[in-house]
């Protein structure tokens, strides 16, 4: 018995270390959250679906690579990029500053500003749907919508998902005045929103839209300006290894194309409900 | 490894500390009387009280506890009978929910460890008590629960320690203690072997303080079993040197 | 009820798909946790002072340390270190390590140090006559060690093994942050996507509840094989 153990700890050990990959696009191992529809999501199915799960699979077709599509949990997605684990993510995230430190990015794909949303009930639900404030191009607008919205909010609770922009602007803007909270998946922002817990969220209007429009999202209501810019970067693009600059350039033409005949506003309006395909 | 980050991570992560203690003596000095309650039903000949307390400990040593915690904050939230009602504005709050999920666990688990300890007192001892008149709550207070306490400690030390491991937990549900806090470090730097690095070594110190604490309260309560003239465990250098 | 339904509409087969994962990862992360507390318990017992001290510095550790960040550690930081060792040996490129061998990595790293003290106290539970009557016989270690040794402490073993068992399985609930589909991990999504975070939730209790109960069973059945011929006193 004790010998066998061994045997089996020895084999066990052996078995861990794991095959190597060697460097070559023709198989491109894309990782995705398969949390946030109608993005990414995991269907009663247990499939990956979603718009970015079909764009992902067109510019794949593009580069001429045969696609894996895992999921990964967000809060783990870029350190597991590094390490290996896949080759690009593709999980609706915003090109940042603060990411650009330790990944690379393909061109965005899509474009979509932040907005706040409460249950019809909540006593915000009154403030009046705006239009897009730019916090780069138009900055003063944007700050004077931000203490509005600040002083709407004194004193409440309200949430976003863990290292997201979302969470991000919340933190920069709101903290002194709000309790900001983290939330490891938007599916258990809205839960709480739908609880009581938190007056609100913010998440992309991309992720709001579709909500709204099901059973599920029947008692949210999107209020307020939206924001773009600033913290929230430069639109959603392809996460990449920095020294996959070779793969970057490969998701770069694959993009433009996509961008240029329509594939990405044929996705979007399926999925969304509305072109989100960014300015060129 | 880069002291200079590890450095600038603990000093994050400090203000996670008192949370994280919050939770610890909070659920289980709750915990502690819950799991007497529940092991003295468990013990009763009432057939109904010692099934529902064994249905309680059956289903909470059974499940992990993050199906409890999420069970709890996620779970009940579903409901707007529970919204409406007068324990809403408790468990609205991630905290209570945290605190009600942590102290029913432990509760679980202590009652099965003070079950053990009351059973191990001697029946003799017992008898000897009723024969000089005691019964009921005297003879509860003053025989049976000292010498179970006193037997139950070694168990209930680590049962103190897998509460204090148990608390990593509540950052799913918002809190940011501990590991909370540690989760957004990385989430903003990517560097998680050095975040958990430091992370780790702070619920290491706390359990090594408290083990120790919990050996020289055992040293304490058993003033039989030692020598008149061995020293106090106080001396933590000795304890150190073992 | 619907919801749980078998088939492409309800989620039934996904649980049920999702419970045999979080057993095949108990199973293993058991196996191998069985294979550290061998080692552990022969480094304990074996007399050498810096083996010792490296047992005992891996129980305390593992033991004081939430097993949520044993595991992150692991996701994060394993595939860089198995790089960085096969790198030494000349080779380049990334290595992955998977949730699955993460997970099981993890839970039996973990429970190894569990098992470290059940085999230890079986072993120690043997009695030391025994081993000089068979030395006194003039029995070669091995046979000793086969008809003296192995029996009776895997019978002394068998009930704290048992335990760091039932433990092994409520712990692979966290490998749900590595994004492997288990139980947990698929009553989450289940939970988010229908809003219906009780039912889902209750449901991966009650698949909880089956594991750790029928297990239990097997477990006590074992027991009382191995206690076969023992008189009771």
Known sequence: MFYRLLAAGCVAAVALAGAAEAKDWSKIKIATEGAYAPWNFTNAAGKLEGFEVDLANDLCKRMKATCEIVAQDWDGIIPALQAGKYDAIIAGMS??????EVINFSLPYASTPAALAVLKTSPLAKIPVDKNYDLDKNKADAEKQIATLKAALKGKAIGAQVSTTHLNFLETYFKDAADVRSYKTTEQHDLDITAGRIEGAYASIGYWKPLLGKPEGKDLVVVGPTFTGGVFGAGVGAGLRKADDDLRKLFDDAIAA?????TIKKL???????DITPPM | MDPIFMWDTLQRL??????????????LAVGF????????????AFRPLSAAAAGYVFFFRGTPLLVQIFLIYYGLGQFPEIRDSFLWPFLRQPYWCAILAFTLNTGAYGSEIMRGGIQ??????????????MSGLLLMRRIILPIAVRQALPAYG???ILMVKATSLASIITLMEVTGIAQKIIAETYRAVEVFVVAGSIYLLINFVLTRGVRALEWYLSPHLRDARQAAPATEAAALAH | MELLSFGDKGWGDELALAACMTLAVASCAFLLGTVFGCFGALAKLSGLRALEIAADAYTTVVRGIPELLVIYLLFFGGSGALMFVASMFGHTGYIGVNAFMTGVAAIGFV???YSTEAIRGAVLAVPKGQIEAAKAYGMPPWTLFRRILAPQVLRFALPSLGNVWQLCLKETALISVTGLVEIMRQATIGAGSTKKPFTFYACAAVLYLLLTTLSGIGFGRAERWAERGVRRS
């Open chain 1, 95 to 100: 090109i940042t500053a603060k990411r650009k």
């Open chain 1, 258 to 262: 996509a961008a240029a005949d329509g």
């Open chain 1, 268 to 274: 979007a309006v399926q999925w969304f409900g509305f």
């Open chain 2, 14 to 27: 400090l203000p996670g500390i008192p949370l994280m203690l919050q939770l610890v003596s909070l659920s």
């Open chain 2, 33 to 44: 009387v819950l799991a007497v309650l529940v092991a003295l039903a468990r013990l009763s």
């Open chain 2, 120 to 133: 191990s007192v001697p029946w003799g001892q017992i008898e000897a008590a009723r024969v000089c008149g």
């Open chain 2, 158 to 160: 680590n049962e103190m």
């Open chain 3, 111 to 113: 429970n190894g140090a």
